[in-house]
């Protein structure tokens, strides 16, 4: 695992561009000689500096998001590959953040391990510490923190539609049993998540989608050795016209949201 020290900054700035990053404190006006931190396209930037000089060993060796690099195989040659990238472009590394020979690590806040990607600890006994929402600031934590495990959750929409509908009562708020009951079921389901792998170049991936009539569902998965591996879920509740679709459109706008997902994600 690898972390650029502060990434941004390594980026300077065209001289015609300064002058629009200008800001003004007590003791007169000054200009970023480098590409600040809080610019619209200043991750859309550094994305594509760094898919565009480690080009060669992206989906081979490593993968690249944003500003961290999560490196596999045969260490201690594709470290040599890399560094040899970073003196090139001069670009510089935060010590403090990087782990090299381990055997997982925290990235995005998922655990990337060896047997694969793994919920965070922390964001699952954040769910199951909760107590039954009392006030509709609590069920939209608690449906955010959802939304943070979705990939790991099968249906994750099906299994929150109580307490949307919670969400739609804002001045009548109301805890039923099928909130409680919905709650409970997903307090035991996160409590054994499954793992997630990563799909490689040339697999079959297989996807099998789900079209109840308030959502759509989908699941992606490879196959090793005859047996299924999860790739992720997805779920999306139906909006307005979205719920009127015939089965035929649902299952186009399913394939629609697992491709963007699949798109973000890869």
């Not at 994305?47 to 998001?65: P, S």
């Not at 609590?138 to 929150?160: D, Y």
Request: proline share 5%.
């Amino acid at each position: 695992m690898m972390d650029a020290s502060q990434g941004y900054h390594q980026i300077m700035l065209a001289p015609e561009d300064k002058k629009r990053v200008s800001f003004i404190t007590s003791v007169g006006t000054f200009c970023y000689t480098a590409m600040p931190f809080g610019l619209k396209n200043a991750g859309a930037t550094y994305q594509r500096l760094v898919d565009k000089i480690f080009r060669h060993q992206i989906g081979r060796n490593m993968e690249v998001y944003i500003d961290d690099i999560g490196k596999a195989q045969d260490h201690v040659k594709d470290l040599e590959e890399t560094f040899s990238v970073l003196r090139k472009y001069k670009l510089k590394l935060n010590p403090g953040k990087c782990a090299f020979g381990v055997r997982g690590g925290r990235f995005l806040g998922f655990m990337v391990t060896q047997r694969g990607i793994e919920a965070n600890p922390s964001k699952i006994k954040a769910i199951l510490d909760m107590k039954a929402p009392s006030n509709v600031n609590e069920v939209q934590r608690l449906t955010g923190r959802i939304t943070a495990l979705s990939h790991f959750i099968s249906k994750s929409t099906e299994k929150s539609l109580p307490f949307f509908k919670v969400l739609r009562r804002i001045r009548n708020f109301e805890w039923d049993t099928s909130c409680q009951q919905a709650f409970e079921e997903l307090k035991d389901y996160i409590s054994k998540l499954p793992l997630l792998v990563k799909p490689c170049p040339g697999d079959t991936l297989y996807l099998y989608l789900s079209m109840p009539p308030q959502a759509v569902s989908s699941v992606l998965v490879r196959e090793e050795e005859g047996k299924q591996m999860l790739i992720y879920y997805v779920s999306k509740v139906l909006n307005g016209a979205e719920g009127r679709y015939a089965p035929i459109e649902k299952m186009a706008l399913a394939l629609v949201v697992t491709a963007g997902n699949y798109a973000n994600t890869s």
